[in-house]
């Protein structure tokens, strides 16, 4: 037997809640792991509370990332005892996901840590600092460059922000933090930012083309604080979009795109391919320090993933919230 978080709907309605299953109960995979470590992303704290429908079958174990050891293989590729991360591909929608202290998946699906990453520092990175890697890689794609100016980071406290501004300005850009959070102040200084942007100046419907600021941004928010984002974006700049914190609306003009060039950027990070997954997991193994991942990250046992996610929606939560999936 083993510990997790099942979440079930029936005509008595929606729940979640910490429960006792066995290897039957287990989805079908040609690995199973032993999860050690798994994280509370904004996607899962919509599933655990009903918030949005998220979960598309039940009865579902939330937890869209995991990282922990191989216990049985049926693939070549991997052996018992290697460590892996898995994240995304329906994990806690469609798939059961990481908040279970066992997991079986697709071999094709997984990737080998990285040389210089355990399981906790995986999941101290977790969707969120995978996802920030695949922004700045985009950005770096299409032709941003350190020189070139400012980029912005909206919802700069958060997971995907965090992460977004310590790499950032490790690649050397001058990275600006939108963020409502005054007294984050130091806290975003510390991992790099050099100007700390209040998001009010963002967050109100703005012109469809603003005063050119900054040749490139990372957007986990959305809604209007995007469409003001690509309205001060100077001529040639791009902005990578990756969340809908604020909204799923984009109530937007085509004038950035048309007038100025600007590129927006769509960031999957759920059905991303194998090949670019293995490159943002290999910069970011280099790029994160230690010391990073534990001024972003606090832990939570498995337990208290219930109780933490209603924090996580109401903007409570600063940088990640790992979880201690051995720790029910």
Avoid at 52 to 69: C, L, Q, Y
Avoid at 273 to 286: N, V
Wanted: charged share 25%.
């Amino acid at each position: 037997m083993f510990d997790a978080i099942l979440i079930d709907k029936d005509e008595s309605g929606y729940s979640a809640r910490l429960a006792q299953l066995d290897d039957d109960a287990l989805p079908e995979g040609d690995l199973t792991v032993a999860v050690e470590w798994s994280t509370m992303n904004y996607k899962d704290a919509l599933a655990l509370t009903g918030k949005s429908p998220v979960v598309r079958r039940f009865p579902m174990v939330p937890g869209i990332d995991f990282a922990g050891t191989v216990v049985q293989s049926g693939s070549d590729a991997f052996r018992p005892g290697d460590k892996v991360v898995h994240t995304g591909f329906g994990m806690g929608e469609t798939r059961w996901g990481g908040y279970a202290e066992r997991m079986r998946v697709a071999s094709e699906r997984t990737l080998k840590l990285p040389e210089g990453l355990d399981t906790r520092q995986a999941m101290a990175i977790g969707t969120a600092g995978f996802t920030a890697m695949l922004c700045v890689l985009a950005l770096e794609r299409h032709g941003v460059k350190p020189g070139d100016g400012d980029v912005l980071v909206t919802g700069a406290t958060g997971g995907v922000g965090s992460f977004a501004v310590k790499l950032l300005a490790g690649r050397g850009y001058r990275v600006v933090a939108a963020t409502g959070k005054a007294s984050e102040a130091d806290y975003l200084t510390g991992l790099g930012a050099a100007e700390i942007l209040d998001r009010a100046e963002l967050s109100a419907p703005g012109k469809p083309l603003g005063r050119e600021r900054w040749i490139g941004a990372v957007d986990a928010v959305g809604g209007v604080t995007l469409a003001n984002v690509c309205a001060g974006t100077k001529y040639g700049g791009t902005v990578a979009a990756c969340g809908l914190a604020e909204s799923m609306e984009f109530p937007a003009t085509v004038a950035p795109f048309i007038l100025r060039g600007v590129t927006l950027a769509g960031i999957d990070s759920v059905f991303c391919p194998m090949a670019l997954r293995a490159r943002a997991w290999k910069a970011l193994a280099k790029e994160v320090e230690a010391r990073t991942l534990e001024q972003v990250a606090t832990e939570i046992a498995l337990a208290k993933v219930l109780d933490r996610a209603p924090d996580l929606l109401a903007g409570k939560v600063r940088g990640r919230l790992i979880v201690n999936v051995r720790d029910g």
